[in-house]
């Protein structure tokens, strides 16, 4: 299982009401800091783009984006309220070797089980160029669990992360914790961390 179904099928039915919460993208100061550490023209995947606000200011840009999400809504508003080249995939998709400079997950592998993280991270690790760029947005706590909308999350530690990090081969260049209110109208504690991998050419 890549992506919980019941999580999907929350993003699927609320993808206009998600869309109008990110409206105005709260990652703007983070997503700027990414691309500011990129080669011009970099090609960027956006795993989990959601419906695309990111995507299309890494497009506008100039950079090479590839946006990638699980819900079909999702991909359908990437692609018609953007003109992105938006594709269905998840976790579990194969990732060519060195294909990316970077690759953006601001809050999507929450969503992932905390036994396949570690794998996951491991293939973003070698689908990146050498050095390449990692950002990935998380909630912070312990356990698993569904929020009052039915979504599965799983929560790690700030220690826990950086563990899981370093052991797939990133080393963290910045890192900052934020409070936000999603979906589901709570607010809550999150990370977001910038790392590059420490593989050579």
């Not at 890192?175 to 999603?182: A, C, N």
């Amino acid at each position: 299982m890549s992506v919980d179904p019941e999580t999907l099928a929350v993003y699927q039915a609320r993808a206009d009401d998600y869309a109008a919460m990110v409206h105005s993208d709260k990652s703007g100061r983070f997503l700027t800091r990414f691309l500011e550490r990129l080669p011009d023209g970099a090609r960027v995947l956006d795993l989990g783009c959601g419906p695309g606000i990111a995507a299309a200011q890494m497009r506008d840009a100039g950079f090479d984006v590839d946006p990638v999400d699980a819900t079909p809504a999702m991909v359908a508003l990437a692609r018609s309220r953007h003109d992105l080249p938006a594709r269905l995939g998840d976790f579990d998709e194969p990732l060519d070797p060195a294909s990316y400079h970077g690759v953006w997950a601001n809050f999507s592998l929450l969503h992932a089980p905390r036994a396949a993280l570690p794998r996951y991270l491991d293939a973003i690790q070698r689908a990146l160029k050498p050095g390449g760029l990692f950002h990935i947005g998380m909630k912070l706590g312990s356990g698993e669990e569904r929020d009052t909308l039915g979504r599965f999350y799983c929560y790690h530690g700030r220690d826990d992360l950086a563990r899981l990090l370093a052991d797939a081969g990133f080393h963290i260049l910045f890192e900052d914790t934020l409070i936000e209110t999603g979906l589901s109208g709570v607010a809550a504690p999150g990370i977001s961390i910038l790392t590059r991998t420490n593989r050579d050419a």
